[in-house]
Structure formats: structure tokens, C-alpha cells
């Protein structure tokens, strides 16, 4: 059974910094690109950040370029965001996702293209 499980999301107030982490179980991430996903109340789920299997590519919404920092650890099945200098435009629901990837070294930033996702995890930026 494949379980995405983000964790390090919390309370922070604005120009602050926090770390999610999106441990894998129940696949190898090394076939799969990963991406970090939100969803603030009231809107729609969009893209944050994405990396290829490699790490070699990585691509960012222009809202958190030059903030957050996407990596991954293979060995730890393991991916991270790191979000520095939050803004209150920032608070939401954080997602990770897994889209598998064949002999690609590719990375998405369409939702549909997806296969597997996390619970989420709840960020929030105080002004």
C-alpha cells in the first residue's frame, strides 16, 4: 500500500521559515518525480514546486521562487520543501505528490498527472 505522510507544517509568522517533509512507503521514490501542491480556503489546488527523480530538474511557481527549495533523498524516500521568507499569502494546505515517471527524467506541474498524494498539511503565516 503506498503512503505519501507530509509532515513540518505549523503556525509561523511572516518572513519566518519552515521545512515539510513527505516520507514514501509502499513505492521506490527514485521512480518518481515528486511536487508540492496547496490549497488555501476557498480556492483551488495549485502547484508549488516540483523535482525530477534525479533531482536534476527542479520548476516553481513564480509566487514561492527565490523562497522554498524543493529537494529529495532517495535513500530516505524521502522529499522536502524547504519555504523560507513566508508571506500570509502562503497559509494553506500543503500536498505532496508522486507521479511515476519511465525512463524519464521528467517533472510535472499538472495535478491530473499525479498518482499518488499525501493528506496534507496545515501551514499557516501570521502577519
Known amino acids: 500500500q503506498v503512503q505519501l505522510v507530509e509532515s513540518g507544517g505549523g503556525q509561523v509568522q511572516a518572513g519566518g521559515s519552515l521545512r515539510l517533509s513527505c516520507a514514501a512507503s509502499?513505492?521506490?521514490?527514485?521512480?518518481?518525480?515528486m511536487g508540492w501542491f496547496r490549497q488555501a480556503p476557498g480556492k483551488e489546488r495549485e502547484f508549488v514546486a516540483t523535482i525530477s527523480w534525479s533531482a536534476g530538474r527542479r520548476y516553481y511557481a513564480d509566487s514561492v521562487k527565490g523562497r522554498f527549495i524543493i529537494s529529495r533523498d532517495n535513500a530516505k524516500n524521502t522529499a522536502y520543501l524547504q519555504m523560507n521568507y513566508l508571506k500570509p499569502e502562503d497559509t494553506a494546505v500543503y500536498y505532496c505528490?508522486?507521479?511515476?515517471?519511465?525512463?524519464?527524467?521528467?517533472?510535472?506541474?499538472?495535478?491530473?498527472?499525479?498518482?499518488?498524494w499525501g493528506q496534507g498539511t496545515q501551514v499557516t503565516v501570521s502577519s
Open positions: 509502499g513505492l521506490t521514490l527514485s521512480n518518481y518525480a
Open positions: 505528490a508522486a507521479d511515476r515517471q519511465y525512463y524519464s527524467d521528467k517533472y510535472s506541474v499538472i495535478h491530473d498527472e499525479y498518482d499518488y
